[in-house]
């Protein structure tokens, strides 16, 4: 039994079975967020995890997916937690090798997630903003599931996830402006073409995905979290996804404290650091 049960709306907390692929609240247009049963969750064990799936699927009872899925999968997670040396003055230090990715990011365990639930919930195509690195994963997944996949971009995208997206079989499209801008162009595409916007925090089927690098940490240490945890922050998919699990893990009694999340964000753009 899986223990996923539906969507919640984060801001009027109307509950939705998931009969279709939603994207924010048909309600209020809040965030939507993944709920999950945690007495059927209770009933997995840390101790007889599986380590026969060598990617973020072995955590499959934590993510939003029903019973007997089968997931578009390249290997995403698993990934190396490597220590760092270049510090002398200071002792456990690890880094999440997360370059070891399909397509060289985390952005692969979103789109991997999202992905496997949209293809079942029958969305043949979908669209997304990104700065390079989503769509890069998307495209990949896309491919794999048989999803037409659109790609809206800033003009200065970095040129190599360009054309990785455009060999992994998407179509893009180059936007003027911010990630903003190419965000405004995904939604009016979806609106317009029926396609289902996969954009961050557009779809509620991403932030779980990242949230699998929180499990894999505290596996990975043998269930013991870390004190802190620095993370770089763009939209939050991974802070957000990452918090959920470690207070999950909390309240199963799989890890007995939570570690401090140190969000980090570039000067000239930090809203979140201000926050
Ligand atoms: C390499 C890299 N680091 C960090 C981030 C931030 O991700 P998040 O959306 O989880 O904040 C992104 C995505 O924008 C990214 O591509
Ligand atoms: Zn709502």
Redesign the pocket.
């Known amino acids: 039994m899986q223990p996923y049960t539906g969507l919640q709306c984060t801001q009027c907390h109307r509950f939705f079975p998931e009969e279709a692929p939603l994207g924010k609240c048909p309600e209020c247009q809040g965030l939507l967020d993944t709920l999950l049963d945690e007495t059927v969750l209770s009933y997995y064990s840390k101790r007889r995890l599986g380590n026969d799936a060598r990617s973020m699927w072995k955590f499959h009872m934590f993510l939003p997916v029903k019973a007997g899925t089968i997931p578009v999968t390249a290997g995403e997670g698993d990934t190396p937690l490597r220590p760092v040396k270049s510090f002398p003055h200071l002792r456990n230090i690890w880094v999440k090798d997360e370059t070891r990715n399909p397509t060289g990011?985390?952005?692969d365990r979103g789109a991997s997630l999202a992905v496997t639930r949209l293809s079942q919930l029958k969305i043949r195509k979908l669209v997304l903003a990104s700065?390079?690195?989503?769509g890069c994963s998307f495209a990949l997944y896309s491919q794999m599931a048989g999803i037409r996949c659109h790609v809206y971009l800033p003009s200065d995208a970095n040129n190599a996830k360009v054309e990785l997206s455009k060999k992994l079989g998407a179509q893009v499209t180059k936007v003027k402006g911010t990630i903003s801008e190419a965000g405004q162009h995904a939604a009016k595409a979806a609106e317009e073409t029926g396609a289902y916007n996969a954009s961050?925090f557009v779809t509620p089927f991403r932030h779980d995905g990242?949230g699998t690098m929180a499990l894999e940490i505290c596996q990975q240490r043998g269930w013991e979290s870390p004190d802190y945890i620095v993370?770089?922050?763009?939209?939050?998919?991974?802070?957000v996804?990452m918090w959920k699990m470690f207070k999950i893990l909390y309240r199963l009694g799989w890890i007995h404290k939570r570690p401090r999340i140190i969000a980090v964000q570039p000067t000239g753009c930090a809203p979140v650091v201000d926050a």
């Open positions: 990011t985390f952005k700065e390079g690195n989503a961050t990242k993370y770089p922050v763009g939209g939050g998919v991974g802070l996804g």
